[in-house]
């Protein structure tokens, strides 16, 4: 019997093993690995003091809150009211970036239903809106057609229709652009098609030029950019880093593009499931790269209203994820404090899938508000 303990004893090792290894991926992914870490419900009661809101309150959908125009202008459509669309990008003017945001919204919708559209180009041929809408459409269409999951996990008809869409959508995107006079949109538009068909580095090159010729400081051309660049798509995490530094230098603060490098570092991240996030973020060109974001979001503030206020939220959700792993938790704090509410955006999407990343999130900020208040305490205690 005695024997059969112990070989029954060894049977179960591996069983262990693997259950230490997933108890200690569980500590790594979702707190800091600090034998003195806080507890979940001090945690918890730390960010309800600060006023943060639970997990059961938190948008997974939005980097922040709905915006009253847009959510208008997309029931308008939906009834078939392609005029209210019309109106919606023409008032971007030429704010390019505001106008991309509005494309944006306009081609994700019409990808889901596109009748209004139709009517749009059909009452107005040869429309530069309607052309890049239809273009931008078209590129959702054919990434919700293949999926979300890794290469290996889509099936080949969903890759076969992927890239006939994409062709299409090529076509539509030269139309935009032979539409669209200096609006650097329609080349912004056509980058995700570099990605999915595979654009030699020279064919990007000139599409980057073209629109850089329009708009050099474009932080959404530069957002696309790198997602080209990176090692998961068509370049090397040495290229993603060397394009990301160069649009960093080349703002100025109030621009935004210190969030470009700030965004490569993370993907390097992202992509190396072994690397020690307390040891990489705490590097000096790390430290250096979100002192200068910091600088560069508080120009940029200064100076935003509304909609502008909203291209300052992916910078304040990257900055909290990267002051939290460089132990800066009241500045941190500063931009969850900003932010809490609504996460459907990077750094927090990629993290895990729904709803595992709002849980991660909130053990991320929980930490964080519980080290501010221990902070806050230490600081009463000396001066009492």
């Known amino acids: 019997m005695t024997a059969l303990l112990w070989v029954l004893g060894i049977l179960a090792l591996p069983v262990v093993a693997f259950g230490l290894y997933i108890a200690f991926v569980f500590v790594k992914t979702f707190i800091k690995h600090d034998p003195d870490a806080p507890d979940e419900n001090a945690g918890a009661e730390a960010a309800a003091k600060l006023g943060l809101l639970p997990l059961s309150r938190l948008d997974l959908d939005r980097p922040g809150v709905a915006d009253p125009a847009a959510e208008a202008v997309l029931q308008a459509v939906r009834r078939g009211d392609w005029e209210a669309g019309a109106r919606f990008l023409a008032e971007a003017g030429r704010d390019w970036e505001e106008r991309g945001r509005r494309v944006s919204i306009l081609g994700h919708e019409a990808a889901k239903e596109d009748a209004w559209l139709l009517a749009w180009r059909a009452a107005r041929p040869g429309d530069a809106d309607a052309a890049l809408v239809n273009a931008d459409s078209m590129i959702y269409l054919a990434w919700d057609v293949r999926g979300s999951l890794q290469a290996k996990n889509t099936t080949r008809e969903q890759f076969d229709s992927f890239h006939r869409i994409l062709a299409q959508a090529r076509e539509a995107c030269a139309e935009a652009q032979a539409l669209g006079g200096?609006?650097?949109?329609?080349?912004?538009?056509?980058?995700?098609?570099?990605?999915?068909?595979?654009?030699?580095?020279?064919?990007?090159?000139?599409?980057?030029?073209?629109?850089?010729?329009?708009?050099?400081?474009?932080?959404?051309?530069?957002?696309?950019?790198?997602?080209?660049?990176?090692?998961?798509?068509?370049?090397?995490?040495?290229?993603?880093?060397?394009?990301?530094?160069?649009?960093?230098?080349?703002?100025?603060?109030?621009?935004?593009?210190?969030?470009?490098?700030?965004?490569?570092?993370?993907?390097?991240?992202?992509?190396?499931?072994?690397?020690?996030?307390?040891e990489y973020y705490k590097r000096p060109e790390l430290m250096k790269a979100v002192d200068a974001a910091l600088l560069d979001l508080a120009a940029a503030a200064a100076e935003a209203g509304d909609p502008k206020a909203r291209r300052l939220l992916p910078m304040r959700h990257m900055l909290a994820y990267m002051l939290y792993w460089q132990d800066r938790y009241e500045a941190a704090m500063e931009q969850f404090t900003l932010i809490d509410g609504h996460i459907g955006t990077s750094p927090w999407t990629y993290l895990a899938g729904k709803p595992r990343f709002a849980e991660r999130y909130i053990a991320i900020r929980d930490f964080t508000a519980q080290r501010v208040l221990e902070a806050a305490e230490a600081r009463t205690a000396t001066t009492a």
């Open 182 to 278: 200096d609006d650097p949109n329609p080349y912004v538009v056509e980058m995700p098609l570099a990605m999915g068909l595979g654009y030699s580095h020279k064919d990007f090159d000139e599409l980057w030029d073209q629109a850089m010729a329009r708009a050099p400081h474009h932080l959404g051309a530069h957002q696309s950019a790198l997602q080209y660049w990176c090692a998961k798509w068509r370049g090397s995490h040495e290229l993603a880093l060397s394009f990301a530094r160069e649009a960093a230098a080349k703002g100025t603060p109030g621009q935004l593009l210190t969030l470009v490098l700030l965004e490569a570092h993370f993907e390097f991240e992202f992509a190396h499931s072994d690397l020690d996030e307390d």
